[in-house]
């Protein structure tokens, strides 16, 4: 993806003024969305569904055809690979996944509208996201196997690695966005942000709120990315909040944006357009990509316990692929050749991770003590010297 | 807390609560990369003055008032040091480091290992400790075995004012999450402080210390209880009795050598602090004990410790606490086996 900023720029009297940026019903968008169902809500979209490109007052995209293709390049990949890693985890070779299907749109938009001096701060469902930070589509399986807490390195990638416990992230991505504030790496388009990724349960936690006051009161370059995919495991939104999420920002002195979780144009421009004001020094934004989980919350849950097959086929409807497949072909943006060279990329990446995947060795059980601690440890190396003899006086019985 | 009258060098008589200010000066000084954060740390210099005047002459970049939010705190003090920062974290008081508990044992702690070394996280965060300051609930809390319990944090404790101005620099300059525990009831105590002393020549970091040498029975405390060991010894000593007095300093990891060393001279051991009994640091160092020096040991260990009850209500926080009284009565008792 180009560099160039897809957005125009925000009026800095309007990034002060605390308001919403979303549109109200009457939108073009606002009607589009409302033609799939009533109970959608108004939020900024620029892909329908059906695949039709519509216009947006204060968000628009200006994308080379190479560019669309990237972006359901991506798609498609990200989506072959969560599908493979639930094949694996169903096959024995993963202890657990968690699947990011449904939300492709949300974390590729958001994903590619990062520049690279961005941080990224995931919860555990961001493989998409991972995948744009040019983090090998293997580095989180290790986690989901059991064999380590997730094998890359964040500051090589500017995206940290997962976090399990509910929002406890946001406030790590505050505080990170405060450090560069206080390197004074904001005011210009090399200016730096970072953007974190939490879901409609976590905006709950107590964390989260923490994190937007902080983010509010020191006018943090933080990014808030709720993907709000309706369940928290079994608990809808409703348990939540009784509030549109993007509504809460108000309450925190900063911008709240709602958009269309699905349409990854709509995802793009409205990132892109929070990062660019955050890097130059206009505070933090919270957006609500609104999408669905189309699968379990991990392959330990079963959702046919707590919803409907009529409500997850109504989001089929809005799958963030197809609309993209479709509006491409319309364009003539991509042929039968293009889509099938993608599908045969997505197979040749997908094989890659299947054959990694199996052929990850256990760790070696010396791994249990090292980097507890940056310097002296005497308790875990006398635990580890300990340790070791015990091994060792299995002589003949397979120790290893 | 007297205000700071020019530039303070030399060897200087000082209370540990300007010990660890002076301390913190130095810190700010030596590194750009050193943050103050907390609630009132700034203007109002910390509600028990141990940042008094530093906001002033740091600014407001380098001592930050927080939002009254101890998660928080926490939480945007690991971002800043995944950014590169060293932040100094103030807890007001031990018993409001409870809400930020996840973002210390499940994130702070455990950051370097699951990211397999590629994320150090050199946070301190300071907790006034302990209790006999007459106050209400929740501010006279013993918290250290949450920490010492959760592998990745390294816990410790001045009890004197020269160790107050070195030990919060070792601190900082670690690069290892440190709980710092000020004993709050011992703010007041003064004491002999060379400040222009380098930081790398002082006693490490990590290290036990026989502050007072004796030859019948050895008495082990850290941080607010050293006063009452020291009473104590005064006291055994009217009577003949010799104690050897042992600072641990380091709650983790432990340093228990000259702990094995002491008790295989004398014979018996007495661990005091006021952290509840039960699971508390003298467990810990009784069971090492007895397995280093079974064979040394003429009595059983025994332990002088807060009830296993919640922080009593002021008025009764004398028969909680550890006294001279219980630590006699339990050297006595080291002696009738």
Redesign the interface.
Known sequence: MGDKPATKGRPATKARSGARRSRPASTPAGEAALQGSAQEPEFVQLLTPEGERVEHPDYSVDFTDEQLQGLYRDLVIVRRLDLESTALQRQGHLAIWASLEGQEAAQIGSGRALRKQDMAFPTYREHGVLWCRGVDPTAPHGLFRGN????W???EHNA??Y?L?IG?Q???????????N??GKVGSDDGEA?IVYFGDGASSQ??VH??C??AG?YHAPVVFFCQNNQYAISEPVERQTRTPIYQRAAGYGFPGVRVDGNDVLACYAVARHALDAARHGQGPTLIEAYTYRMGAHTTTDDPTRYRTGSEVESWKQRDPITRMRTYLAKAGIGDDDFFASVDADADRITGRLREFVIGLPDPDPSRLF???????????DAERAWFEQYQSSFVGEGAH | MAKQQGPLTGTQTLTIGKALNLGLRRALEDDPKVLLMGEDVGRLGGVFRITDGLQKDFGEDRVLDSPLAEAGIVGTAIGLAMRGYRPVCEMQFDGFSYPAFDQVTNQLAKMHYRSRGRITLPVVIRIPFGGGIGSVEHHSESPETYYMHTAGLKVVTPSTAVDAYFMIQQAIRSNDPVIFLEPKARYYEKGEVDLDAPVTAAEPLHRSRVVRAGTDATVVGYGPTMRVLRDSADAAAEDGRSLELVDLRTLSPLDLDPVYESVKRTGRLVVVHEAPTNLGPAAEVAARVQSECFYSLEAPVQRVTGFDTPYPASKLEEHFLPDLDRVLDAVDRTFSY
């Open positions: 380590d807490h997730g094998d390195d964040p500051a940290n690695l976090t416990v406890a946001t406030l790590h991505a505050v505080g990170y966005a405060m450090g560069i206080y390197d970072s107590g964390d923490e994190a006051v902080f009161v090292e980097h507890v601690y940056a310097e002296e440890s005497p308790l875990q």
